[in-house]
Protein backbone atom coordinates (compact mmCIF):
# COMPACT_ATOMS: atom_id res chain seq x y z
CA UNK A 1 0.00 0.00 0.00
CA UNK A 2 1.49 3.26 -1.27
CA UNK A 3 0.12 6.21 0.29
CA UNK A 4 -3.23 4.19 1.77
CA UNK A 5 -3.77 2.73 -1.91
CA UNK A 6 -3.35 -0.97 -3.52
CA UNK A 7 -0.56 -1.21 -6.04
CA UNK A 8 -2.93 -2.65 -9.17
CA UNK A 9 -0.87 -2.03 -11.96
CA UNK A 10 -0.65 -5.29 -12.91
CA UNK A 11 3.09 -5.76 -13.18
CA UNK A 12 5.53 -7.87 -10.60
CA UNK A 13 7.03 -5.74 -7.63
CA UNK A 14 10.31 -7.18 -6.34
CA UNK A 15 9.64 -8.53 -2.25
CA UNK A 16 12.51 -9.96 0.22
CA UNK A 17 11.58 -12.37 2.18
CA UNK A 18 13.10 -12.94 5.75
CA UNK A 19 13.78 -15.30 8.25
CA UNK A 20 13.78 -14.92 12.03
CA UNK A 21 17.08 -16.32 13.49
CA UNK A 22 16.67 -15.27 17.10
CA UNK A 23 14.68 -13.44 19.92
CA UNK A 24 16.62 -11.20 21.96
CA UNK A 25 14.91 -11.74 25.85
CA UNK A 26 15.11 -9.10 28.37
CA UNK A 27 16.14 -10.25 31.97
CA UNK A 28 12.59 -10.73 32.87
CA UNK A 29 12.41 -13.05 29.58
CA UNK A 30 10.39 -11.60 27.47
CA UNK A 31 11.37 -10.59 23.92
CA UNK A 32 13.58 -7.46 23.58
CA UNK A 33 14.26 -7.44 19.97
CA UNK A 34 13.96 -10.07 17.02
CA UNK A 35 16.64 -10.44 14.64
CA UNK A 36 16.20 -10.96 10.92
CA UNK A 37 17.97 -12.51 7.82
CA UNK A 38 16.97 -11.98 4.08
CA UNK A 39 16.14 -15.49 2.47
CA UNK A 40 14.66 -15.69 -0.50
CA UNK A 41 14.42 -11.96 -2.98
CA UNK A 42 12.01 -11.99 -5.81
CA UNK A 43 9.37 -10.39 -7.98
CA UNK A 44 5.60 -10.98 -6.84
CA UNK A 45 2.49 -9.54 -7.98
CA UNK A 46 0.53 -7.60 -5.07
CA UNK A 47 -3.40 -7.79 -4.21
CA UNK A 48 -5.50 -6.93 -1.78
CA UNK A 49 -8.10 -9.81 -1.13
CA UNK A 50 -11.91 -9.04 -1.69
CA UNK A 51 -15.08 -10.46 -1.31
CA UNK A 52 -14.84 -13.84 1.14
CA UNK A 53 -11.32 -13.72 1.13
CA UNK A 54 -11.34 -10.12 3.70
CA UNK A 55 -13.79 -11.42 5.34
CA UNK A 56 -12.07 -14.65 5.83
CA UNK A 57 -9.10 -13.06 6.90
CA UNK A 58 -10.89 -11.06 10.01
CA UNK A 59 -12.81 -7.71 8.92
CA UNK A 60 -10.70 -5.82 11.05
CA UNK A 61 -7.66 -6.52 9.82
CA UNK A 62 -8.93 -6.56 6.13
CA UNK A 63 -7.84 -3.35 4.93
CA UNK A 64 -4.00 -4.25 6.20
CA UNK A 65 -3.93 -7.64 4.86
CA UNK A 66 -2.42 -8.60 1.00
CA UNK A 67 -1.60 -11.22 -1.37
CA UNK A 68 1.77 -11.92 -3.19
CA UNK A 69 1.90 -13.96 -6.02
CA UNK A 70 4.59 -15.54 -7.31
CA UNK A 71 6.51 -18.20 -9.17
CA UNK A 72 7.44 -21.74 -6.71
CA UNK A 73 11.09 -21.49 -6.02
CA UNK A 74 12.24 -24.93 -3.93
CA UNK A 75 13.32 -22.24 -1.38
CA UNK A 76 9.38 -21.03 -0.81
CA UNK A 77 8.54 -24.78 0.62
CA UNK A 78 10.70 -23.80 4.04
CA UNK A 79 8.54 -20.78 4.41
CA UNK A 80 6.09 -20.87 7.74
CA UNK A 81 4.41 -17.94 9.25
CA UNK A 82 6.00 -18.04 12.74
CA UNK A 83 9.28 -17.35 11.32
CA UNK A 84 9.29 -15.56 8.39
CA UNK A 85 7.96 -12.05 7.13
CA UNK A 86 7.67 -10.01 3.90
CA UNK A 87 9.47 -6.50 3.49
CA UNK A 88 7.73 -4.71 0.24
CA UNK A 89 8.15 -1.05 -0.32
CA UNK A 90 9.85 -0.52 2.84
CA UNK A 91 7.31 -1.45 5.04
CA UNK A 92 6.63 -5.12 6.96
CA UNK A 93 4.01 -7.84 6.73
CA UNK A 94 3.84 -10.71 8.85
CA UNK A 95 3.03 -13.78 7.21
CA UNK A 96 0.05 -15.18 8.43
CA UNK A 97 -0.35 -18.39 4.88
CA UNK A 98 1.23 -19.86 2.18
CA UNK A 99 -0.30 -21.77 -0.51
CA UNK A 100 1.70 -24.17 -2.93
CA UNK A 101 -1.13 -23.65 -5.30
CA UNK A 102 -2.81 -27.48 -5.86
CA UNK A 103 0.69 -28.70 -5.01
CA UNK A 104 1.76 -28.24 -8.46
CA UNK A 105 5.19 -26.54 -7.89
CA UNK A 106 4.22 -23.48 -10.19
CA UNK A 107 2.86 -20.74 -8.58
CA UNK A 108 2.61 -19.92 -5.03
CA UNK A 109 0.24 -17.21 -2.73
CA UNK A 110 1.41 -15.65 0.51
CA UNK A 111 -1.04 -13.99 2.54
CA UNK A 112 0.38 -11.13 4.76
CA UNK A 113 -0.86 -8.62 7.23
CA UNK A 114 0.86 -5.04 7.33
CA UNK A 115 2.88 -4.17 10.53
CA UNK A 116 1.77 -1.33 11.93
CA UNK A 117 4.96 1.52 12.28
Do not use: C
Not at 31 to 59: H, K, P, V
Not at 72 to 80: F, G, I, N, S, Y
Amino acid sequence: MNGGQMISNGRPYEITIQQKLASIMDDSGFEEEERWEDFYTNYAYINSLTGNERWMAAQVEADRTVRFVMRWHPALDEVKPKYFRIIFAGRVYTITFVDNIQYKNETVKIDALEVEA
